[in-house]
């Protein structure tokens, strides 16, 4: 069973920084895809970003060129940097990995926490 762990969050000042990370225990080179989304209570889950194996990353419109995603192939793991973190950023973080024909994985979730 592939699993998914999340760590990184935690409580941040407004503007301030985090990075999460996204261990996979196989190779992230077995998902198609890979993502980050988000659920801040009340709210639907919404997708941060969307990392395809090849061609270009997807940001929601509400992350970009605050957020970033990247990957180390070598430790399975994708991480998301978070930078000028605002209230609205908070939210339970969880990475998601997509496997054809319709496989997809979740991982148990990270919470961040935007607060002065």
């Known amino acids: 069973q592939v699993q998914l762990v999340e760590s990184g969050g935690g409580l941040v000042q407004p503007g301030g920084s985090l990075r999460l990370s996204c261990v996979a225990s196989?190779?992230?080179?077995?998902?198609?895809?890979m993502a980050w989304y988000r659920q801040a209570p009340g709210k639907q889950r919404e997708r941060v970003v969307l990392?395809?194996?090849?061609?270009?990353?997807v940001y929601a419109d509400s992350v970009k060129d605050r957020f970033t995603v990247s990957r180390d192939n070598f430790r399975n793991t994708v991480y998301l940097q978070m930078n000028s973190l605002r209230p609205e950023d908070a939210a339970v973080y969880y990475c998601?990995?997509?496997?054809?024909?319709?496989?997809?994985?979740w991982g148990q979730g990270t919470q961040v926490t935007v607060s002065s």
């Open positions: 196989e190779s992230i080179f077995s998902f198609n895809d």
């Open positions: 998601n990995g997509h496997r054809l024909p319709n496989n997809t994985y």
């Open positions: 990392m395809p194996r090849t061609g270009s990353r």
